[in-house]
């Protein structure tokens, strides 16, 4: 349990070196990305909505992939 604790506060100390932004700031940016559930009769699709430039940003400064516009998709037979 500490060790986890203490691994998390690395990651966010490290995210803050690096993007030289408050932790605050980056949870704020990085909360406005969300994940959309839409349905029909023909299937279900998850959509994330557009990132920002500041999303953009931080992903690239911090050497993380972006992720997929679309994550999944399924078809009802």
Do not use: C
Not at 15 to 40: C, F, P
Not at 65 to 77: H, L, N, Q, S
């Amino acid at each position: 349990h500490i060790l986890i604790n203490w691994l998390a506060l690395l990651l966010i100390r490290v995210a803050e070196v690096e993007t030289k932004q408050t932790w605050r700031t980056i949870r704020k940016t990085m909360e406005q990305m969300h994940l959309g559930h839409y349905s029909s009769k023909k299937g279900d699709f998850q959509q994330r909505t557009e990132l920002t430039h500041e999303q953009r940003q931080t992903l690239r400064t911090l050497g993380v992939e972006t992720p997929p516009k679309v994550f999944d998709i399924r078809a009802k037979t």
